[in-house]
């Protein structure tokens, strides 16, 4: 139990186009669902937290206009990279936590954007 | 100050010996502590979460110090396939609150 999918799992695209990845709860219902970035050799960076059914919390430094998210259900948050730039390219990661209150996060198999 | 510091290795270590990993963080009202695990190019793993009182698994042990702010993993009788990063987290507000990673700490088992 507690997997989490993203979609698509390596997307590459040229720069100024917009990228959309989601992420889905296969087997278990999350009202919040957290986007992390990772740059090569640097750790998990949070980017953003997703409620559903209300606005993203955006962390300090993240640009709430570049990086959309929505999260229309508790299965499903999507983040959208628009315009990308080749400094956007990073491994893209989300996770979820279920609604049971655990402390867990069970996270997703990342998404590796290449913006050319 | 980075918000939790890991020594990032790479530890090279025989298989069958004792390896530990020291991490210290910077909030101390941080509330939840894990170890996870990474294997190259993909997702992060928990491993087991970090109790007050020190907790056990298998080969893993793990402590937690809140007065010192520091959080350690120790590995007994390593595997190859303990070969890894190893990221220690803290979650800082107990609620909603996304994780805060370390940079991570590479193992490596060698044969």
């Known amino acids: 139990g507690a997997v989490v999918s993203q979609h698509p799992s390596w997307v590459i695209c040229k720069s100024g186009t917009s990228v959309k990845i989601e992420c889905r709860s296969l087997?278990?219902?999350?009202?919040?669902m957290f986007w992390y970035r990772q740059f090569p050799k640097q750790s998990l960076m949070l980017m953003a937290t997703?409620?559903?059914?209300?606005?993203?919390?955006?962390e300090q430094g993240v640009e709430k206009d570049k990086f959309l998210i929505n999260h229309a259900s508790l299965t499903l948050s999507t983040l959208t990279v628009t315009s990308a730039h080749p400094e956007d390219s990073s491994f893209y990661i989300c996770?979820?936590?279920?609604?049971?209150?655990?402390?867990?996060?069970?996270f997703g198999p990342g998404t590796r954007l290449l913006v050319l | 100050r980075k918000e939790v510091e890991q020594d990032p290795g790479p530890f090279n270590v025989p298989e069958g010996a004792t390896v530990a990993f020291n991490c210290t963080y910077s909030?101390?009202?941080?509330?939840?502590f894990f170890w996870y695990r990474q294997d190259c190019r993909k997702e992060p793993k928990l491993l087991m979460s970090?109790?007050?009182s020190g907790n056990e698994d298998g080969r893993f042990t793990a402590q937690l110090n809140r007065a010192s702010q520091y959080i350690s993993l120790l590995i007994r009788d390593s595997k190859l396939s303990d070969s890894a990063t190893y990221l220690c987290?803290?979650?800082?507000?107990?609620?909603?609150?996304?994780?805060?990673f370390g940079k991570g700490t590479h193992l490596i088992i060698q044969p």
């Open positions: 970090v109790y007050s």
């Open positions: 997703s409620n559903e059914g209300s606005k993203a919390t955006y």
């Open positions: 987290v803290v979650n800082p507000g107990g609620g909603a609150d996304g994780l805060t």
């Open positions: 087997d278990f219902q999350a009202t919040t």
């Open positions: 909030n101390s009202a941080s509330q939840s």
């Open positions: 996770s979820a936590k279920p609604l049971s209150g655990i402390e867990t996060q069970y």
